[in-house]
Antibody, heavy 127, light 106 residues
Framework: QVQLQESGPGLVKPSETLTLTCTVSGGSISRSSYYWGWIRQPPGKGLEWIGSIYYSGSTYYNPSLKSRITISVDTSKNQFSLRLSSVTAADTAVYYC???????????????????WGQGTMVTVSS | DIQMTQSPSSLSASVGDRVTITCQASQDISNYLNWYQQKPGKAPKLLIYDASNLETGVPSRFSGSESGTDFTFTINSLQPEDIATYYCQHYDNRLLTFGGGTKVQI
């Protein structure tokens, strides 16, 4: 079955760029029915969608983070990545990657629900 | 932008109780509402999609329903393993939003 695994540094300095990678196993990231997303959760707080990407490179971003985010995909490695620039302590969180079905419904394409999640990786922003 | 209001933020119930959580949308969102369960230290798990559809493998004591812009998540006969935080999540125009969460305690 499909599994997702986040990787990247656990500590990032303020003002630097956070970079995380999600590796997809057990299935192809290039399958046409899915977007792939990043979600984060600050300690003790709720979930926040960061953005999502299709294997073609099409992206959708949370408007509140859009100016600092880049999500990219590497189909040859079956991976997608998140870059978040100019980080502050407010970006300290557990970062999750997840699979997001995408399908045709009612004469339009739409997202489904995040149906498979990685285990998450904690990133702390501190000097 | 569509606003989602999830309530209550926390609740305490007994084993065997029926538990209800609601998410209210500020305008019509069709049935684009999903529910997740998150246990401490774990990733969220999808329970209900498109308002009322039970994800494969999820116990039938979990259910979801909709009435206009009001969405309800129900646990019939709360079990000790259901202690978790539950989130609604909405999709609109390629943007995804999570509710604030409801912490369910015994």
């Amino acid at each position: 079955q499909v599994q997702l695994q986040e990787s990247g540094p656990g500590l990032v300095k303020p003002s630097e760029t956070l970079t995380l990678t999600c590796t997809v196993s057990g299935g192809s990231i290039s399958r046409s029915s899915y977007y792939w997303g990043w979600i984060r959760q600050p300690p003790g707080k709720g979930l926040e969608w960061i953005g999502s990407i299709y294997y073609s490179g099409s992206t959708y971003y949370n408007p509140s983070l859009k100016s600092r985010i880049t999500i990219s995909v590497d189909t040859s490695k079956n991976q997608f990545s998140l870059r978040l620039s100019s980080v502050t302590a407010a970006d300290t969180a557990v970062y999750y990657c997840a699979r997001l079905p995408y399908y045709y419904d009612n004469n339009d394409y739409r997202f489904g629900a995040f149906d498979i999640w990685g285990q998450g990786t904690m990133v702390t922003v501190s000097s | 932008d569509i606003q989602m209001t999830q309530s209550p933020s926390s609740l305490s119930a007994s084993v065997g109780d029926r538990v209800t959580i609601t998410c209210q949308a500020s305008q019509d969102i069709s049935n684009y509402l999903n529910w997740y369960q998150q246990k401490p230290g774990k990733a969220p798990k999808l329970l209900i999609y498109d308002a009322s559809n039970l994800e494969t493998g999820v116990p039938s004591r979990f259910s979801g329903s909709e009435s206009g812009t009001d969405f309800t998540f129900t646990i019939n006969s709360l079990q000790p393993e259901d202690i978790a935080t539950y989130y609604c999540q909405h999709y609109d125009n390629r943007l995804l939003t999570f509710g604030g969460g409801t912490k369910v305690q015994i």
